[in-house]
């Protein structure tokens, strides 16, 4: 008994054309591009992840050392009844970004930068604004234990 010779194009045809499928969701093609399709999705997850987890990107480096500026400056919030309430501007900037950019403005709109930004909130009571003020401050702790009373937070709401 002999063994059969091949020639190129034969084994070819045998083995490796016919050995793997053409068409369908079994395709080396669709394979392959099913591979990379999922590399591509998982580089871009990890970017992402990067991009929020990991490190800082310049605008918020910024935001921080300004933030870290007005650690010892006040900021007065005038209120409809009783006298206005001093917070932290760190603190109240940090958690809210209108007062930021008010705050960031400043020099625009203020030439006396000696006395304590006023914010105006006369349309809300004494009570309310200090309950919005200590949900913020727990706000920014995490702390979930804190409960707000609702008829202030419908009041702030407004």
Known sequence: QFLAIEDEAEWLRRYG???EPH???DSYANQQEAKQRVQAQEEYQAQIHAKLFD????A???RNAQLDNWSNQVVKIAVRNGS???CNLKNLAACSD???TMAETRPHY???ETQPLLLSLTEYSHEAVLHFLNLLNQYSKSDVSFRPKEHLIVECCQ
């Open 17 to 19: 054309l016919n050995g």
């Open 23 to 25: 068409y369908g969701a």
């Open 55 to 58: 490190g800082q990107t310049p």
């Open 60 to 62: 918020d480096q910024r």
């Open 84 to 86: 206005p309430i001093e």
């Open 98 to 100: 209108t007062v930021f």
């Open 110 to 112: 203020d030439t006396d």
